[in-house]
């Protein structure tokens, strides 16, 4: 059964500090692996999405990466803003047809100004 | 291009009752994906339609159920309501499905009293 870790549940840094949020999944067989914010009391919005045969994807400042041997993929978010206040989520995806999509707890962002 | 939506946004019930929620998926998207968040289980996948069939299923008892239409939209049905089921409802759509980008809706905040 997959499960989905995201450590720490919280995180508080100043501004423009560049931070690395991690998520570990244990197993390994993943179809893709996505990174989601969510503002309180809101949906989610998606960031990025990572194909198994990937091994990173950029968007701006941001930055996931994907070691499937490792079961582990973080998101660099490079010079840190207030705005990036928020809680971010990997969730993965599995092979099946029936497959659905696991999330983690998150991880709650704190940007100090 | 109009994003997800999802009415109403926010509900009270009495244990007992039943309550039906609905998501307007983005035009064109064929998959919808519903969601249970709660702050001690976090984010949870409760079933996903595809072109009117129900094509994945999470572990929730059969008081929640779903459909969806020929124009895309979903409800989502919770009979006999129980103070554990106050949580947000999210709804997802995305062109093809669970392993595609998912586009959140606001949600639905469902409070049982």
């Known amino acids: 059964k997959q499960e989905v870790t995201q450590i720490p549940a919280a995180l508080s840094v100043p501004e423009g500090e560049n931070l690395v949020l991690n998520c570990s999944f244990t197993d390994s067989a993943i179809y893709n692996l996505q990174w989601f914010r969510q503002d309180p009391g809101k949906g989610l919005t998606s960031l990025l999405l990572?194909?198994?045969?990937?091994r990173e994807q950029t968007s701006g400042r941001l930055n996931a990466s994907l070691d499937k041997s490792s079961g582990r993929s973080t998101l660099y978010i490079a010079a840190s803003q207030p705005g990036d206040s928020a809680t971010y989520l990997c969730a993965v995806t599995g092979y099946s047809s029936a497959s659905k999509i696991i999330f983690g707890s998150g991880t709650r962002l704190s940007i100090r100004p | 291009k109009a994003g997800v939506t999802q009415t109403p946004r926010y509900l009270i019930k009495t244990r007992g009752q039943q309550v039906t929620l609905s998501c307007s998926p983005i035009?064109?998207?064929?998959?919808v994906s519903w969601y249970q968040q709660t702050p001690g289980q976090g984010l949870q996948f409760l079933f996903e339609?595809?072109?009117?069939?129900?094509?994945n299923k999470g572990n929730f008892p059969g008081r929640f159920s779903g459909r969806q239409f020929s124009n895309s939209r979903s409800e989502m049905n919770v009979s006999t309501l129980e103070l554990g089921d106050s949580a947000l409802y999210l709804c997802a759509s995305s062109p093809t499905g669970v392993k595609d980008t998912q586009y959140f809706g606001p949600g639905t905040r469902l409070t049982v009293l």
């Open positions: 990572i194909q198994s045969s990937q």
């Open positions: 035009s064109g998207h064929r998959s």
């Open positions: 339609y595809f072109s009117e069939t129900q094509r």
